[in-house]
C-alpha cells in the first residue's frame, strides 16, 4: 500500500498549547547600618508571611551576607513588596532598602 498525502483518512493531528510559566522575580532586601534587625524580622514576618525561624535566617542573611532573598514573585508582586517595605521603612525612619531581579 503507498501512502497518498491528498487521501484523508479522518486520523487528527492533536496539537496542544503550551502556557509558558511566569518569569518570577527575587525580591532581595540590602544590608545597612542603621535598620535594626527587629525591624527586619517584622518585615519579613508580616510584608512576606514568613515563620519566626525562617525570618530569623534571612535577617541573619541580610546581616552577615549584605543581602537576604525575601522570596520570588511575579513582577506586579514583587514590585508591590518592595514599595510596601520601603514605605514602611520610611514611615519607621529606617533606610532599609529593597529591590528586585529576574530569576
Known amino acids: 500500500m503507498v501512502h497518498d498525502p491528498s487521501i ?10 503550551k502556557t ?3 518569569t518570577l522575580y527575587k525580591v532581595i532586601l540590602l544590608n545597612d547600618d542603621y535598620t535594626t534587625m ?7 514576618e508580616t510584608v ?3 515563620t519566626p525561624a525562617t525570618a530569623h535566617r534571612i535577617m541573619m542573611q541580610v546581616h552577615t551576607g549584605g543581602h537576604g532573598v525575601c522570596g ?3 513582577y506586579d508582586v514583587a514590585e508591590t513588596k518592595v514599595a510596601t517595605v520601603q ?6 525612619g529606617f533606610p532599609l532598602q529593597a529591590t528586585l531581579e529576574e530569576e
Do not use: M
Open 20 to 22: 509558558a510559566k511566569p
Open 8 to 17: 484523508d483518512h479522518g486520523v487528527l493531528d492533536e496539537t496542544r498549547q
Open 87 to 92: 514605605g514602611l521603612a520610611k514611615r519607621e
Open 48 to 50: 512576606f508571611h514568613k
Open 72 to 74: 520570588a514573585y511575579s
Open 38 to 44: 527587629e525591624f527586619v524580622l517584622h518585615v519579613l
